[in-house]
């Protein structure tokens, strides 16, 4: 009870992070669910794709598309749910704006977990891990009031 009062009510700070831990859970899930699936989509079909694309592109396509899908859900309740603040098109503009810097990081820091041998179903979780410390970060200048 004492947690979710603190989600609620608590320190604005801990509050704020404690729900952005939430839905930044909830973002890496979907993100994660669609990039699994499609993986398990392009080791099925692997022989289907292999003149169009090598399975390392095919891979980072399916990273890539999950990040997009993630976004939408992530935009709105790190509006409604993290900040308590209305979806407004500025806010639209500053988290697009925080979200290139992080997909660009994602795309850096997954290249390297491949490049290091990191397992392709491993490295979205290292990834992530990383991330959402230096997208909170960013996220509190963009919603600040």
Known sequence: MSLLHDIKEGD????????????????????????LALILAIDHYIACITGLMT?????????????IVSFAFNFYFT???TFRAAPTLRRFIG???SHAINF???IILFSACMYMGIHRLIAP????GIAML????????????
């Open 95 to 97: 988290f697009s704006g």
């Open 12 to 35: 604005a700070g801990k509050a704020q992070f404690i729900r952005f831990i939430i839905n930044g859970c909830a973002s890496a899930a979907i993100h994660y669910g669609v990039y």
């Open 79 to 81: 509006c409604r749910f």
């Open 125 to 128: 979780i290292v990834v992530m």
């Open 55 to 67: 399975k390392a592109t095919a891979t980072s396509i399916a990273y890539a598309t999950g990040y």
């Open 134 to 145: 230096v997208q909170f970060t960013i996220l509190k200048l963009v919603f600040r009031k």
């Open 104 to 106: 660009i990081l994602h």
